[in-house]
């Protein structure tokens, strides 16, 4: 039996720690540790360089011991069951620390989550949750939960968002999108529950013709016969059927911090499927190109879509590190191989909750209906207006109008004491000017668990709180100042 072994280094030396471990506790020839260690150095190379890891081996990696099981052991060549677990730190950390009570509040404040190094060499970069602040541009907003973890025998909470590579073998990149998306909402939500590659090829074994191991890839529709066994109502969406609804659509969900499977391809024979999870914050500049969607109303209305703001997006990719930043209108930009260029994406998939009855596009689409019919009925006044859909539950959003919009007693009372259905869509209306400080003068409420047109709960407009009793609204005049838009779906 190998003892624990627990190395505190700082990053100028992490490459030749780990190049000894792999040395020292793998038998493993020197060309294939060169090739492990360069993909490490390449799923650093980002990182932050004032970083203090703890590197910590032999780490039982409960993702790389189902593939090892269920594949690796019945191979006649030598795999080892042990992977190596790194711990970041954003300071430096002391091994004594870890063994005093009074550094634990210390040790706490400075982690930034881990990544594990599995023994399928050289594809060697396994499970992870690492914090955006691991990265040197960070500047950017996404689906993030929590992870009870430990380093060196203390317990940690890595708050990210989960992410694997492939290990060439076992898992591709459906494999690994469909467990990522799977594990993120496990740790954020108690209905669903945790699974492992051996649990995705079992679910899609009862449907797939072909066997699963070694992996090639899945299709789209697999990937979500997968997800819709794993408990969630999907929803696929292909460009071709909503052309320039398309890519507003995609950004509404991850605006609702729904991580979303896409599917890429290009006329090179590339396909890929990677997660998209969250946004880059925007520039007063972005705010500026936000573009006019809609002339309304005889002329007398504009209506902006938030959503034609230029802004990069953040890709969850098994072939790079994570957090990756480019266009939903350039899905490889971050991609170096010319092979990989040119690439646009063809479909997605919406993992949703199963009693949300109410896509995106119809609340798109209802909202800016109510727009133009207030502004026909004078209960709107302004002529130029961005809209911004998203999906939230009715839970978060009293507790945003409760403590954190800005609100004034009365509006609070009103929508708090409304009531709400366990899912809703939200539309604030603003203009460029009050985005910049982040503030909106409006929002229509939806009823999320309502496919139907008449699914309005209430409105927020200009001095005025209407609710929708199915046939006409019931308006009460209020004072509303500008107010703080809800920022709760994406950390």
Known sequence: MINITSLVVKQENFLDAIKQLIVDRYAVTSDVVDKSVKNISDYIKDFHDSLWFVIEHPYVDKFYRDTYYHYYSSKLGDYSRDSIKVSAFKEEVKSEQFRDAASTDFLKEHYLGFFTIRPTFPSVIGRSVLAPQVFQHHNFICCKTGFNVTADGVKFVAAGFPHSSQDAETISCAETTIWSIVEYFSHKYPIYKPVLPSDINSAINRYSVERLIPSKGLSATLISYALKEFGFAVKIYARKSYGSNFDPILKTYIESGIPVVGAMSNNLGIGHAFNIIGRELPSHAA????????????GNLNISDYYSMPLNYVFIDDNYPPYQLTTINNPSGYYTNPKWQGCEISMFIAPLYPKIYLEADTARKLANSFVKQFKTLNLLTRSDVVTK?????????????????????????????TSLPKFIWVTELSDKDHLKQDRCFGVIILDATEPRQEGVVATLLEGKYLSYDFSKFNIIDIPLQPFFVYNSNLK
């Not at 839970?395 to 109008?401: A, G």
Request: zero cysteines.
């Open 389 to 417: 859909t998203f999906l939230t539950s009715s839970r978060s959003y009293k507790e945003y109008v409760a403590l954190k919009s800005g609100l004034g007693s009365d509006a609070q009372e009103l929508l708090i004491s």
């Open 287 to 298: 705010i500026d190109n936000i573009q006019v969607t809609e002339v309304a109303n005889g």
